[in-house]
């Protein structure tokens, strides 16, 4: 007699109510994450899946984009193409012939107005549609009809300077996931600005480490004392409404000390608050955009592994600004690189802590840290939303004295919040 044993699957601990419990508590009772999230390789897999391939991910600038070229960018475990079509129309595919899947292209490629597979040589018009099968016909199929074997298709859509993939279809809209953040950012009409430089990073740290320090101030003072000539504590604020991100502002942004900031020509037709600001944004999950009002810096996330994150640096400049000579932009450029290896430095030191030591989380600090609690609820929503539907968009600050947990009130609030 055959006896067949049967057992529940093994679940992922960050899967249960528990795992979550300190990140869902109220903000003064909550703590940080366990350190699986940072350190586990299959937290990571899973995140890939939960949150990479249902979220609306940076892949880039929005000026990467052009007419007779082709992106290649992962998203998640997925492999993606960005084209624009015959009129300018962004379109984005799976990186996959419709022939035998095929990956079409390794990297970025100037591909005229045919993508092409190397294998059989089957072409794609830049809309995605099939166009030419050699060989294929000589014997022919009655069924076959190219109009239905085009590349699948993958949502793409841009937003100021930045440029967004999201493979599910359940997911809201890239406007809802912005929330008023366009609104806030609308005076530096971000999308007439132009890319002046790029350069990539490997950091041995996992992504939301990096994004985490973005996020918060408390640790400014001492990781980064030039930084905090121009950008000091005091003069940090509240700058947070509906939407899947996480802000602060500084205002003024002081050069009385430093003035690697000012060097560049402000952006023209900023409002009163812009013009003597910088706004500073983490958007869900993967793009850090600090925007000045002369030049934007933005950190675009890749995530390779659990303790490896591919970060490229760029530097944007208003109309005003993108001719402007060398002498002038290199102390700006100079002054983020500075800034950014010292904040490489303690991001890989919190990685090998988190991997060695393992300890239980500790308290966030409400002062300081309520982008931290903002940005791993949005995580934790998504690791454990059996849709992306079912994820809920986080509410702004009201304005009120214990909205600002501290902070004070701004001298030149935006005009959203007045």
Same mark, same amino acid.
């Given at each position: 007699?055959?006896?067949?044993?049967?057992?529940?699957? /093994?679940?992922? =601990?960050?899967?249960?109510?528990?795992?979550?419990?300190?990140?869902?508590?109220?903000?003064?009772?909550?703590?940080?994450?366990? $350190?699986?999230?940072?350190?586990?390789? &299959?937290?990571?897999?899973?995140?890939?899946? !939960?949150?990479?391939?249902?979220?609306?991910?940076?892949?880039?600038?929005?000026?990467? &984009?052009?007419?007779?070229?082709?992106?290649?960018?992962?998203?998640? !475990?997925?492999? /993606?193409?960005?084209?624009?079509? %015959?009129?300018?129309?962004?379109?984005?595919?799976?990186? !996959?012939?419709?022939?035998?899947?095929?990956?079409?292209?390794?990297?970025? &490629?100037?591909?005229?107005?045919?993508?092409?597979? $190397?294998?059989?040589?089957?072409?794609?018009?830049?809309? #995605?549609?099939?166009?030419?099968? @050699?060989?294929?016909?000589?014997? *022919?199929?009655?069924?076959?009809?190219?109009?239905?074997?085009?590349?699948?298709?993958?949502?793409?859509?841009?937003?100021? /300077?930045?440029?967004?993939?999201?493979?599910?279809?359940?997911?809201? =809209?890239?406007?809802?996931?912005?929330?008023?953040?366009?609104?806030? +950012?609308?005076?530096? #009409?971000?999308?007439?600005?132009?890319?002046?430089?790029?350069?990539?990073?490997?950091?041995?740290?996992?992504?939301?480490?990096?994004?985490?320090?973005?996020?918060?101030?408390?640790?400014? %003072?001492?990781?980064?004392?030039?930084?905090?000539?121009?950008?000091? /504590?005091?003069?940090?604020?509240?700058?947070?409404? *509906?939407? +899947?991100?996480?802000?602060?502002?500084?205002?003024?942004?002081? #050069?009385?000390?430093?003035?690697?900031?000012?060097?560049? @020509?402000?952006?023209d037709g900023l409002d009163e608050s812009d013009a003597v600001s910088s706004r500073f944004a983490a958007i869900f999950p993967n793009v850090l955009l600090s925007v000045l009002p002369n030049h934007v810096f933005v950190l675009h996330l890749e995530p390779v592994e659990a303790g490896l994150t591919r970060e490229t640096c760029s530097w944007v400049l208003p109309p005003s600004g993108i001719d402007a000579p060398d002498e002038a932009f290199e102390p700006t450029r100079t002054f983020w690189l500075d800034v950014n290896d010292e904040d490489i430095d303690i991001v890989e030191r919190g990685q090998r802590g988190l991997t060695?030591?393992?300890? =239980? =989380?500790?308290?966030? &600090?409400?002062?300081?840290?309520?982008?931290?609690?903002?940005?791993?609820?949005?995580?934790?929503?998504?690791?454990?939303?059996?849709?992306?539907?079912?994820?809920?968009?986080? %509410?702004?600050?009201? #304005? !009120?004295?214990?909205?600002?947990?501290?902070?004070?009130?701004? @001298?030149?609030?935006?005009?959203?919040?007045?």
């Amino acid at each position: 007699m055959q006896i067949e044993v049967t057992s529940e699957p /093994v679940r992922a =601990p960050w899967t249960t109510d528990e795992f979550w419990a300190g990140t869902r508590a109220d903000l003064f009772s909550s703590t940080g994450m366990h $350190p699986d999230a940072y350190t586990s390789p &299959a937290f990571f897999d899973d995140e890939q899946t !939960s949150v990479f391939e249902r979220a609306w991910v940076c892949v880039g600038l929005a000026a990467d &984009a052009a007419p007779g070229r082709v992106l290649v960018r992962n998203v998640g !475990s997925r492999s /993606v193409l960005i084209s624009q079509d %015959g009129d300018g129309e962004l379109r984005a595919f799976y990186n !996959s012939c419709r022939h035998r899947g095929t990956e079409l292209y390794e990297c970025d &490629a100037d591909v005229g107005t045919t993508l092409r597979c $190397p294998y059989h040589r089957w072409g794609y018009n830049l809309d #995605g549609s099939l166009k030419s099968t @050699p060989r294929f016909e000589e014997v *022919p199929r009655e069924s076959f009809d190219k109009a239905d074997y085009g590349l699948v298709p993958v949502r793409v859509e841009a937003w100021g /300077v930045l440029l967004f993939v999201c493979l599910s279809d359940e997911t809201m =809209p890239l406007l809802d996931w912005l929330g008023d953040l366009p609104e806030r +950012m609308a005076s530096h #009409g971000l999308e007439n600005w132009t890319p002046r430089h790029s350069q990539t990073v490997d950091i041995k740290a996992n992504w939301k480490l990096i994004s985490e320090n973005f996020q918060e101030y408390y640790h400014l %003072g001492w990781v980064h004392p030039e930084l905090a000539k121009v950008s000091r /504590v005091e003069d940090h604020y509240r700058f947070q409404g *509906p939407g +899947m991100y996480c802000g602060q502002t500084t205002t003024p942004v002081s #050069g009385d000390e430093r003035d690697d900031w000012l060097t560049l @020509p402000p952006a023209d037709g900023l409002d009163e608050s812009d013009a003597v600001s910088s706004r500073f944004a983490a958007i869900f999950p993967n793009v850090l955009l600090s925007v000045l009002p002369n030049h934007v810096f933005v950190l675009h996330l890749e995530p390779v592994e659990a303790g490896l994150t591919r970060e490229t640096c760029s530097w944007v400049l208003p109309p005003s600004g993108i001719d402007a000579p060398d002498e002038a932009f290199e102390p700006t450029r100079t002054f983020w690189l500075d800034v950014n290896d010292e904040d490489i430095d303690i991001v890989e030191r919190g990685q090998r802590g988190l991997t060695r030591g393992a300890v =239980p =989380p500790g308290p966030l &600090a409400p002062r300081f840290e309520e982008p931290l609690h903002r940005f791993q609820r949005m995580l934790a929503d998504f690791m454990t939303a059996a849709s992306p539907a079912d994820v809920p968009v986080p %509410g702004g600050d009201d #304005g !009120s004295v214990e909205s600002r947990l501290g902070a004070g009130e701004n @001298p030149s609030p935006a005009l959203l919040d007045r």
